[in-house]
């Protein structure tokens, strides 16, 4: 695909005269603000991403810590029972919907064009409506603790019939539901973006088979999303139409089966668990090879494992129900399929070590975030098979043991893996490096805050104390444990802050240090043959891909003898990023305003239908405008002035902007 | 192709071949294909509810007691047969017989619209005879499924008047046929699923 051969005008920077469309003009790049809010570079939106992730990071930390600070003591009332409710299940909700999966998001978007050899995702103008509709469906979820009377208390998992009206009578459910249903619409439409681009913009000879593993992971990721998305938006839909219609889904009196909610949920939840930690297994099997000075050990195994995964991930979700009364052949079925999911995983983890073993290990930060994520992430695995034993599960449901167990897998096998490829990624997104010296001392107080928080919650499961409770008694041996954690989760904010700390620092330092060029770790995958930062165009040329790691063998070559040399140095191998007239996607702003109908017809479910058709008309309008608008901006591709209705441009945005219709519409 | 594939198409090379893509399949319409996909998970769950909760209730009216077979027969029917206007105006468009093509776009907007009238027929007579939304988990689930449904098939109805009117305007000719190729596999989509509903939501009789 699109070697460059001639110049064509390049978009960026230029100004071009004002043509007679009106609104459905295209904006222009001019270097302010409106390029970030009507930019469809995949790169500004991975950034985007990560930038508002953080945000709700430290928001879900505040509230992980008002929990601790209340469970410090025995009989504390820091909180009452009702804000507690609320704290615990907005920091679940926050955590899951609006810090892990964004900011691994940022990660596929900015990775999976630069990693395939693509210029950008295969819809531009649908990867900025994601990043939006997530943003707008966050702040709504978040106004509720303004407008709604509250947070949602029922639980991330909001279990019926808690969740209905009698026993939640504040507003905080409804948000919820209409939130993650907005946020379900952009997960959706990103998943079917992200997969196209895998699918279809791979650079010449980059079969599906050299993809970098991080890209795979990446894609199967997607499929789990566009799969599981459905199935919680039904739920959620059930839910609000129970709250606000008065249907009778989850009302046992009238004849209807609580179960049915949490066998919906969690035929999304469980999936849900592999969506957060597959990225995080992509980022750590680039990391690991790179600073291990080895290829990924069983690149293949390392791939299916992955799809194994992905699979089986589908068939294991009631083993969050054991003690729902499913009956002993389902409990039989779900127990030994939980069971067989520990093997793909224990693959992956086996071959992190082989790829480890015998190599020139360079702990850096981003190493030691790697290696962080397997040991963390092999602790709540173990804890993890220890639930697939129904009769033990019995005993730990509902206590701190799964609490510690989650956390371990979140943010032990996710958080850890993605901050890892934050350092990894850092110099190539802005162009210099986070401070080591500085990153390390993040590791450590990071993990050592960690184990102290969620290490001693094992135990105090094991010794029965339950989940989801304001306070407990003294006497029953809970006070020291849950004082060590409490002191642990400081230590883990205090973490979190120093990270931020050294991101400011970092940047002021860079202008006096070296620059760090195209490829400072000396890896293995595509990104690294671009400068850093990357060009707003990513490739001067789309590279040929002749083997897995070409990047790395245009540096090195593998003699007769099995002894490894350099041919080129990076620098030299690498792209210049100089090119010009590459032709790049016109901005659009109807992303934007598509994402602002969306929240405005929430608020118009829970207060005032009216405002649902000041909504629709928004976010129908925004639908068509976008149809409309011209593909490029009829200047800015340097031929073909007057034709921009030529070809089969228009129409076929239609079809695509069609299905984004659907969602909204349809689901959301 | 729209701004999706500009990166891959705007060179000299594949100018030509503007669909060039890894695997053969145009973004436009793989997109769809993976949009259909997520769907059948969407109706899986809905149809699932409602099979569960069909005779949920508290001795209150239950939808299997009002089903009209006969008349649902028709209106399927009616469904079944946009499916096949649909391919007629698909086939006119790569003819590039615009006239036919556009006639037969609005003879299956026209047959979806008369399948809506016959649903809200239906749920004007059921209610008539007391099954309202709230009756019951088993009415609940019953218009939340169907009228889930007639939403996708509303959609489907403004997507057919939008490519007509496209036609119309000239923007729409037999170069991309592949655009009515998209909608109308979303058409087909809604139709099947239809046929599903219909199978096994009215013509097997209650245990």
């Known amino acids: 695909m699109a070697i460059i051969e001639e110049p064509l005008a390049l978009t960026s920077g230029e100004q071009h005269a004002e043509r007679p469309l009106g609104v459905l003009t295209r904006p222009q790049a001019n270097g302010s603000w409106k390029d970030w809010v009507s930019t469809v570079d995949h790169k500004k939106i991975g950034i985007m991403y990560g930038v508002a992730a953080m945000f709700f990071f430290l928001v879900g930390g505040l509230e992980a810590l008002l929990i601790r600070t209340q469970l410090a003591f025995p009989e504390n009332g820091f909180l009452s029972a009702d804000v507690y409710n609320q704290i615990f299940t907005m920091h679940g909700v926050t955590m899951i919907f609006l810090f892990v999966m964004p900011f691994a998001a940022a990660f596929a978007n900015y990775l999976i064009p630069l990693q395939i050899g693509a210029r950008d995702v295969a819809f531009p103008r649908l990867n900025a409506l994601s990043f939006w509709v997530w943003l707008s469906g966050a702040i709504f979820l978040n106004t509720s603790w303004i407008v709604g009377g509250g947070g949602a208390d029922c639980g991330w998992f909001c279990y019926s019939p808690n969740s209905g009206i009698t026993f939640s009578p504040t507003n905080g459910v409804d948000f919820y539901a209409i939130g993650l249903l907005i946020t379900g619409i952009a997960s959706l439409v990103s998943a079917v973006n992200l997969a196209v681009t895998c699918l279809n913009m791979r650079a010449p000879g980059m079969s599906l088979f050299r993809m970098p593993v991080l890209t795979w992971m990446l894609l199967v990721t997607q499929f789990l999303l566009a799969f599981a998305l459905p199935v919680i938006t039904v739920a959620l839909l059930l839910l609000l139409f129970d709250r606000q219609f008065d249907s009778q889904f989850f009302d046992p009196e009238a004849g209807a089966d609580p179960l049915l909610w949490q066998h919906l949920f969690w035929i999304f939840g469980h999936p849900e668990v592999y969506i957060i930690i597959l990225p995080s297994f992509g980022i750590i099997s680039e990391v690991i090879p790179t600073f291990s000075r080895k290829p990924i050990f069983g690149y293949s195994f390392m791939v299916f494992s992955g799809i194994a995964i992905g699979f089986m991930g589908w068939g294991v979700w009631a083993h969050h129900m054991f003690v729902s009364g499913i009956g002993p052949i389902s409990v039989f079925a779900f127990s030994m399929a939980t069971m067989f999911i520990a093997v793909p995983t224990g693959v992956k983890i086996l071959n992190w070590l082989a790829t480890m073993w015998g190599g020139k290990l360079n702990f850096s930060t981003a190493m030691l975030f790697a290696v962080g994520t397997v040991t963390m992430f092999t602790i709540g695995g173990l804890s993890g098979v220890t639930h697939s034993l129904a009769p033990a599960d019995t005993q730990q449901t509902d206590t701190y043991y799964i609490v510690a167990h989650f956390h371990y897998v979140i943010f032990g096998g996710g958080v850890l893996g993605l901050f890892a490829g934050v350092y990894f990624w850092w110099p190539k997104i802005f162009g210099h490096f986070l401070d080591e010296r500085r990153g390390k001392i993040h590791f450590w107080t990071m993990l050592i805050g960690f184990n102290l928080t969620f290490g001693p919650m094992h135990v105090l499961g094991l010794q029965g104390m339950s989940r989801r409770i304001d306070t407990y008694s003294s006497g029953f041996g809970f006070e020291f444990w849950n004082l060590v954690a409490t002191i642990g989760s400081y230590v883990l904010g205090a973490s979190v802050l120093f990270f931020l700390w050294n991101v400011y620092k970092s940047k002021k330092e860079a202008p006096n240090l070296p620059a760090p060029g195209p490829d400072p770790w000396d890896a293995r995958s595509l990104e690294w043959s671009i400068p850093s930062p990357t060009p707003e165009h990513n490739f001067d040329e789309i590279p040929v891909i002749e083997s897995q790691d070409d990047w790395w063998f245009r540096k090195y070559n593998i003699e007769d003898d099995g002894s490894v040399v350099r041919i080129s140095s990076a620098e030299d191998a690498a792209q210049k990023g100089d090119a010009v007239g590459v032709h790049l996607p016109s901005p659009s702003f109807w992303p934007l305003v598509l994402a602002i109908g969306l929240p405005l017809i929430g608020y118009g479910v829970i207060f005032n239908l009216w405002l649902c058709v000041v909504g629709g008309l928004l976010t129908g309008g925004a639908i068509y405008a976008w149809v409309l608008e011209p593909v490029d901006d009829p200047d800015a591709d340097g031929h073909g002035h007057d034709d921009h209705h030529d070809g089969d441009d228009p129409d076929g945005e239609l079809a695509t902007v069609g299905a984004a219709g659907d969602d909204t519409e349809g689901e959301g | ?207």
Not at chain 2, 46 to 59: H, V, W
Not at chain 2, 93 to 121: C, E, H, I, P, S
């Open chain 2, 1 to 207: 192709m729209a701004t999706a594939t500009a990166p891959a198409t705007d060179t000299h090379h594949d100018a030509h071949d503007p669909h060039a893509t890894n695997t053969g399949i145009s973004n436009n319409k793989l997109a769809m294909w993976l949009f259909l996909s997520t769907e059948c998970l969407l109706f899986g769950a809905l149809i699932s509810t409602y099979l569960i909760y069909k005779t949920r209730g508290n001795g209150e009216v239950l939808p299997t007691d009002l089903f009209d077979i006969p008349f649902t027969s028709v209106s399927s029917f009616v469904l079944l047969m946009s499916s096949l206007t649909m391919v007629l105006a698909l086939s006119a468009f790569g003819r590039n017989d615009l006239d036919r093509g556009k006639a037969w776009l609005l003879v299956t907007a026209m047959l979806g619209a008369v399948f809506m009238g016959g649903q809200a027929y239906e749920f004007t007579a059921f209610y008539e005879e007391g099954l309202g939304y709230t009756t019951n988990p088993a009415a609940s689930a019953f218009y939340t499924l169907t009228g889930f449904h007639g939403a996708h098939v509303s959609i489907g109805i403004v997507m057919l008047m939008s490519l007509w009117v496209a036609a119309n305007q000239g923007k729409l000719t037999g170069k991309n046929s592949e655009t009515v190729e998209i909608v109308g596999l979303y058409w087909h989509f809604v139709d099947l699923v239809w046929i599903f509903i219909f199978t096994v939501i009215y013509l097997i009789p209650p245990e």
